[in-house]
C-alpha cells in the first residue's frame, strides 16, 4: 500500500521558508513584496482561487491586491492595466487570473506582463528560459510543486523512468522539462498517444494532469511508482482526481492525495515566485 505524500505539510514548511525571507527582505532592503491579481467577470472557481491566493499571502506577509475588472472589459483596457501594473514599482509580482471572457485573446495579453513580474511563469521569456534551465526566470507553479512533492518523498529523480500524461503550457509541458532538468528519462503522453495504458505502466514516475476523473487505473501504474495526480474534477459535488486512487494506491509506492495534494503546492509555490520576484527587482 502506498505511501501518502501529504501535500499540506510540504507547502506549510516552503510557506514558512518564503515567510522568513520575506521578513529579510523588508528587514534589509525596507522593500515589501506585493503580488496583484488581475480578475476579470465573476467566474465562480476563479473568485474562489483568487481568494485562496489573497489569504496565501497574508500567511507568509506578502501585500497582496486583487483587481476586480467586468466581464465587458476590452483587450486594449485590459493590457493597459497590465502595463500600469508594469510600470508600478511597488508591484513584484503579476498574476491574471484564467480564464479570460471571450473575445479577449489571453495569449497576446499574457505576453504584455513584464517577465520579471511574471510570477505564473507564462510569458515566452519564462518558457524559454525554462527550455534552457536558467535559473533567474519564473516556472509555472503547479509543475514547480509536483517536483517539490517528489523530492518530499526522499527518492531520487535522476535515472528514474518519467511518464507525464497531459501536455498543456501550465502542466503538462513544464513539469516534463523539469522532471528532464532533474535528468529522468520522460515520456509525455496526450489525447493521441496510442497504447497509454502500456506506456503509462513504464513511469516510475508518473504524472497525470488530463482533467478527467479517475482516468488513470491501478492497472496503468507500475509496481511501486511515485504517483502524482494533478486532476481536480468535479464530481457529484465531490473532487475526484484524475488518478482512480484506491486501486492506484495498491500498487504505487507513494501517491499524492486529492484534495491535500498538488494543489495546496500551487499556491505555495505562487509566493515563493513573488518573494524570488521581489528579491531580484530589489537588487537591481
Ligand atoms: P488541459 O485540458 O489544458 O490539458 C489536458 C491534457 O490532457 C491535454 O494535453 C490532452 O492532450 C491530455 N488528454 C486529454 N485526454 C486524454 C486521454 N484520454 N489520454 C491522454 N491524454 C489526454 O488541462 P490542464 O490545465 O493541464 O489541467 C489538467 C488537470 O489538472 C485538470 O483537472 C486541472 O483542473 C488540474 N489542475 C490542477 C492544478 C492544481 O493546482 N492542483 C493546477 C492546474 C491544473
Known amino acids: ?59 507568509v506577509g506578502i501585500l497582496s491586491k486583487t483587481v476586480r475588472l467586468p466581464s465587458n472589459t476590452t483587450e486594449k483596457e485590459l493590457i493597459e492595466q497590465i502595463r500600469a501594473l508594469n510600470n508600478a514599482r511597488d508591484v513584484h509580482g503579476i498574476l491574471l487570473q484564467l480564464p479570460l471572457p471571450k473575445g479577449v485573446n489571453e495569449v497576446k495579453v499574457l505576453n504584455e506582463i513584464l517577465p520579471e513580474k511574471d510570477v505564473d511563469g507564462l510569458h515566452p521569456v519564462n518558457m524559454g528560459k525554462l527550455i534552457k534551465g536558467e535559473a533567474d526566470g519564473f516556472t509555472p507553479c503547479t509543475p514547480q510543486g509536483i517536483i517539490e512533492l517528489i523530492l518530499s518523498t526522499g527518492q531520487e529523480i535522476s535515472g528514474k523512468e518519467a511518464v507525464v500524461i497531459g501536455r498543456s503550457n501550465i502542466v503538462g509541458k513544464p513539469i516534463a522539462l523539469l522532471l528532464l532538468q532533474h535528468n529522468a528519462t520522460v515520456t509525455v503522453c496526450h489525447s493521441k498517444t496510442k497504447g497509454l495504458e502500456t506506456v503509462s505502466r513504464r513511469g516510475e514516475i508518473l504524472v497525470a494532469a488530463i482533467g478527467r476523473a479517475e482516468a488513470i487505473k491501478g492497472e496503468m501504474v507500475k509496481e511501486g511508482a511515485i504517483v502524482i495526480d494533478v486532476g481536480i474534477n468535479r464530481v457529484n459535488g465531490k473532487l475526484k482526481g484524475d488518478v482512480e486512487y484506491d486501486s492506484a494506491a495498491e500498487r504505487a509506492s507513494y501517491i499524492t492525495p486529492v484534495p491535500g495534494g498538488v494543489g495546496p503546492m500551487t499556491i505555495a509555490m505562487l509566493l515563493r515566485n513573488t518573494i524570488k520576484a521581489a528579491e531580484l527587482l530589489a537588487s537591481k
Do not use: H, Q
Open 1 to 59: 500500500m502506498a505511501e501518502i505524500i501529504n501535500g499540506k505539510a510540504v507547502a506549510l514548511k516552503i510557506k514558512g521558508e518564503v515567510a522568513e525571507r520575506t521578513k529579510a527582505l523588508i528587514n534589509e532592503k525596507r522593500v515589501s513584496p506585493k503580488l496583484v491579481v488581475v480578475l476579470v467577470g465573476d467566474d465562480p472557481a476563479s473568485k474562489t482561487y483568487v481568494r485562496n491566493k489573497e489569504l496565501g499571502c497574508a500567511e
